[in-house]
Nanobody, 117 residues
Framework: VQLQASGGGLVQAGGSLRLSCAAS????????MGWFRQAPGKERELVGA????GASTYYTDSVKGRFTISRDNATLQMNSLKPEDTAVYYC???????????????WGQGTQVTVSS
């Protein structure tokens, strides 16, 4: 399975960005997809995840009500962005059941999201 992330960029606080992750290859093996982020000096954290069926979703507390993940290319719609959302975002896919924790088997390349104050 190959994951191709797109989106990201620079936006002012309060703005919006959208990240997408196109999967190719043996995608039938994927149970769930999600997005992690890692800011400088911080550990990588799971931001949001969704099962392939769309029945299960997960959001870390700091993004609830602002971020939405959808089944279509695991698109992560990020609204009301804050400077603390600045990080490199990585899409991931898991063959294991469950969305949190997301046991990633496959990773996409990182994409930078920068939110200016």
């Amino acid at each position: 399975v190959q994951l191709q992330a797109s989106g990201g960029g620079l936006v002012q606080a309060g703005g919006s960005l959208r990240l997408s992750c196109a999967a190719s290859g043996r995608t039938f093996s994927i149970y769930a997809m999600g997005w992690f982020r890692q800011a400088p000096g911080k550990e990588r954290e799971l931001v949001g995840a969704i099962s392939f069926s769309g029945a299960s979703t997960y959001y870390t507390d700091s993004v609830k009500g602002r971020f939405t993940i959808s089944r279509d290319n695991a698109t992560l719609q990020m609204n009301s962005l804050k400077p603390e959302d600045t990080a490199v975002y990585y899409c991931a896919a898991s063959r294991s059941r469950g969305v949190a924790p997301l046991n990633a088997d496959y990773w996409g390349q990182g994409t930078q999201v920068t939110v200016s104050s």
